[in-house]
């Protein structure tokens, strides 16, 4: 009787380790970079470039100044009250006339890692439109409390301070809020109309290049960096982080919250982005049934403004215009 050669078996054996050990390392790499996302050591510090390196063109990302500074507009320095304490902001009063007195007003809210600048391609024409704009920070922002952990949670929390800052304008007079929220920012508005009492006050959205579902910016970014069983790594990282960081960021989902928004959403993305994917915003889209405008460029992230300009203004001027009076 013939010996059965061990070589398959062994063969197998060999195959099931490097793929555990594969499954493994994908899982271990993207749930690094998780860490790396939602402590923003991916991207500029909130206190933005280094002295001498920011741009001088307050419609740049990473430009630092004030209003006045950047555009000549004058500002009040006011602080929210969020739960873990006060965070400042600017409130750059509406232009002076009737629009302006139609109680309606804007808050902005940046990405991760970013600033309350980020908003200035943004603020000429909410201003134009008549529009106090209130440009806030939040939890672990410069000047704001820190977050629990060191971790931005994408909206999962930082709704909170989005209230907070809803109130202050609802105590100011404004009860019908014009919310712009930029990648992160619009992962905030997100959850924030998912999950607050006050986001009734909420009359339009602006939401340029929105990370509303976490888990699919995470395999965009994979996808992106060509690792191998990206795709498995994810899906593994996703409860691996809430085991080791107690936050479960697979709830960090609002598509569904922005779809079934009743009032006009205008929808911002650039077709390279290599942060956020435009399949977020065309998922909106999809499930959308209400007033919806979408501007698409071929930019990268947030810098649609930058790639067209002049259809950049006209959309968005439009899309105000278009409110109720």
Do not use: C
């Not at 994979?222 to 709830?251: C, K, Q, W, Y």
């Amino acid at each position: 009787m013939t010996a059965r050669s061990p070589w398959p078996l062994r063969l197998l054996v060999g195959a099931l380790v490097l793929a555990g050990l594969s499954v493994l390392g994908s899982t271990w790499f993207a749930h690094r970079l998780m860490v790396s996302v939602l402590t923003a050591t991916a991207f500029a510090s909130a206190e933005g470039p280094a002295p001498g390196n920011a741009p001088s063109d307050p419609l740049a990302i990473g430009y630092r100044g004030t209003p006045e500074q950047a555009f000549g507009l004058a500002f009040e320095e006011v602080s929210v009250a969020t739960p873990l304490g006060p965070a400042p902001a600017w409130l750059v009063p509406a232009k002076p006339g009737p629009v302006g007195e139609s109680g309606r007003a804007a808050i902005y809210l940046h990405g991760i890692g970013g600033a309350r600048e980020d908003g200035y391609p943004y603020l000429p024409a909410l201003h134009e439109a008549g529009l106090p704009v209130l440009m806030m920070t939040y939890r672990h922002d410069a000047g704001a409390p820190p977050a629990p952990g060191g971790l931005r949670q994408m909206g999962l929390t930082e709704w909170e301070d989005l209230e907070a800052a809803v109130a202050l304008m609802q105590a100011r007079g404004h009860d019908r809020i014009v919310l712009v929220g930029a990648s992160m920012g619009g992962g905030i508005v997100g959850q924030f109309l998912a999950r607050s009492p006050r986001a009734t006050a909420v009359e339009a959205l602006v939401l340029d290049a929105p990370a509303l579902d976490f888990p699919m910016v995470m395999r965009h970014v994979t996808d992106r960096l060509g690792l191998p069983l990206r795709s498995i790594g994810v899906r593994l990282a996703v409860p691996a982080f809430a085991i080791s960081h107690g936050v479960n960021m697979a709830e960090a989902r609002s598509i569904a919250a922005v779809a079934a928004f009743d009032g006009p959403v205008l929808l911002i993305h650039g077709a390279a982005d290599r942060v956020v994917p435009d399949r977020i915003s065309l998922a909106v889209l999809a499930a959308r049934q209400g007033q919806t405008t979408v501007l698409r460029t071929s930019a990268d992230h947030l810098q649609s403004h930058r790639t067209a300009p002049e259809k950049f203004d006209r959309v968005l001027r439009d899309f105000l215009a278009s409110l109720p009076r």
